[in-house]
């Protein structure tokens, strides 16, 4: 389970590079929707690899787990640290 790690960090890494891609987006002025897709393709990759890196299936409850505090907390502390994917983009 030790020898994991270096995936865990693979994938968390990948899927914060897409959900700053989805920020960079979102301040270029792309429509949020697309920058939303973004967010959720990087989410997406990260837990098809899951399947295919992982030999128990804590790591994924754990890193989903993880994203999940992070993503809330984000919402509550900072709300603007993940903007390419909050909301809907309506008024």
Known sequence: MIA???Y???ITGAVLVGLWISNILFDLKV???TSRKIGHAAGGLG???CAFLFSSGWWPLILAAGFVGLLGGA???KPDTFRGVGGTGRP
């Open 8 to 10: 865990i960090v693979l």
């Open 31 to 33: 429509p949020n929707y």
């Open 4 to 6: 994991e790690i270096p």
């Open 47 to 49: 837990f098809l690899l």
């Open 75 to 77: 919402r509550l502390i």
